[in-house]
């Protein structure tokens, strides 16, 4: 196994988790933003204000990019899978 090639899986395993996490993770980064304004221009305090509806978003939101998410997983699985005889 080359360099190259270890380099290659790497960076197509780093390339899906984007793919896969990215947009929950950028929601919950907008969400806490957004309720974060809000708290500061209301001078609110509460934790639980900012928990619970990033927990409810990034929910619904993986709940509707479920088939997204799975077929790159699998994708990337069976890439992965396919590698397997190739290698010495």
Do not use: C, H
Not at 31 to 38: A, C, M, N, T
Not at 51 to 56: E, S, Y
Request: hydrophobic share 60%; proline share 5%.
């Amino acid at each position: 196994m080359s360099d190259e090639f270890v380099t290659q899986i790497i960076r197509d395993a780093f390339y899906y988790v984007l793919i896969v996490a990215g947009p929950l993770l950028l929601l919950a980064l907008v969400v806490g933003l957004v309720i974060s304004i809000f708290q500061a221009a209301t001078s609110i305090n509460e934790q639980t204000l900012s928990f619970v509806p990033k927990l409810i978003l990034v929910f619904v939101v993986t709940i509707l990019v479920m088939p997204f998410m799975l077929s790159n997983i699998k994708t990337y699985a069976i890439s992965m899978f396919n590698l397997i005889p190739t290698l010495k």
